[in-house]
């Protein structure tokens, strides 16, 4: 039985004290599923010292341990914080910061050797869902996003770029189709008891009116969501769906 999991991704919003306030209330809320925010770095001690059912997650973390890389987040100092959570390879970190499959998997590692969870992000652009080339792209995503890795204590994030804060959802038959389509690779690369095991995320587009068909497919444990995450109640109802 996989316990789902919806995680808002801030993204480049919200202040410091607007999401303590935010996260305060969410705490009062009932809930039986796993709730999370990832966000931005410099508010996660704050948020980790206000939260205790709520996952609080960074946005990026850097492959190497220490050393000399300017601006970066080591994984020593998400762990410091106590941060439960860390999204990698988000397609926005792909597309603006070249961030690769190869990036992705050192990162998860990292990430597992402090006992950080990984939600890493798959999902072909508009051009490839055109060009019929789902299934190609993300399996390829996965064989080396995924690779020699404790893949249990990972979440995975379908996340096609073309459905990504523009309003534009994935149907529920093509979000369930590319999330069975991961677990199939998944138990290629791993065991059918191992994949059983991992949650996977549907993300794009994300709204309280449609979470509940989502969370009704198979395959699909949870969700990623941008813009419906940024307010108390469509979180309340997506957290509640
Ligand atoms: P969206 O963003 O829900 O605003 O489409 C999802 C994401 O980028 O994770």
Known sequence: MRTPIIIGNWKMNMGI?????????????????????????????????????????????????DGAYTGEISSELLAEANVDFCIVGHSERRQYYNET????????????????????????????????????????????????????????????????????????????????IIREKLTEMYSQEDADKVRIQYGGSVKPETIADLMKCPDIDGALVGGASLKVASFEQLINY
Not at 17 to 31: D, M, S, Y
Not at 111 to 130: A, H, N, R, W
Not at 163 to 171: D, P
């Open 17 to 65: 004290k607007e999401g303590v306030e935010f996260l305060k209330e969410l705490e009062t809320l009932k809930f039986d599923i796993q709730a999370g925010i990832g966000v931005q770095a410099i508010s996660l001690v704050d948020m980790k010292k206000n939260a205790s059912k709520v996952l609080i997650g960074a946005q990026n973390v850097h492959q190497e341990l």
């Open 101 to 180: 499959d190869e990036n992705v998997n050192l990162k998860a590692k990292q990430l597992l050797s402090k006992d950080i969870m990984p939600v890493i992000c798959v999902g072909e652009t508009l051009e490839q869902y055109e060009a019929n080339e789902t299934k190609n792209v993300v399996e390829k995503q996965v064989e080396i996003s995924c690779k020699d890795i404790n893949i249990e204590n990972c979440v995975i994030a379908y996340e096609p770029v073309w459905a990504i804060g523009t309003g534009k959802s994935a149907t529920f038959e093509i979000a369930q189709n590319v999330c069975k």
